[in-house]
């Protein structure tokens, strides 16, 4: 079982950016893939990103690709997503979450997810 804790959200005007990061443990973390999902106020958790076990792969939602950088560093067991000119839109709690290989936006494959961490922007 992989224990993930988010950090780095807060409230944020449009346009501006935040960095969201995902401490990883109880796995070695270079053989796990990871994603970052969101859930607005009554709304379905939704697929932001996902990132590879090396990192050398990564999708993205159409609603975040050009904005959202999704990176790894296996040697600190962490996750990121860089989130620039961000939209009131993209408020909402970040969870990130991973998976044995899967990084893609179906949400099942992954079976370890955080507690989120919130992320405001507003208008």
């Known amino acids: 079982q992989v224990q993930l804790v988010e950090s780095g959200g807060g409230l944020v005007q449009t346009g501006g950016s935040l960095r969201l990061s995902c401490a990883a443990s109880?796995?070695?973390?270079?053989?796990?893939?990871m994603g970052w999902f969101r859930q607005a106020p009554e709304k379905e958790r939704e697929f932001v990103a996902g990132?590879?076990?090396?990192?050398?792969?990564?999708s993205y939602a159409d609603s975040v690709k050009g904005r959202f950088t999704i990176s790894r560093d296996n040697t600190k067991n962490t996750m990121y997503l860089q989130m620039n000119s961000l939209k009131p839109e993209d408020t909402a709690v970040y969870y990130c979450?991973?998976?044995?290989?899967?990084?893609?936006?179906?949400?099942?494959?992954?079976?370890?997810w955080g507690q989120g961490t919130q992320v405001t922007v507003s208008a």
């Open positions: 990132i590879s076990r090396s990192g050398g792969d990564t």
């Open positions: 979450a991973a998976a044995l290989a899967y990084y893609g936006s179906a949400s099942y494959p992954y079976n370890s």
């Open positions: 109880g796995r070695t973390f270079s053989t796990i893939a």
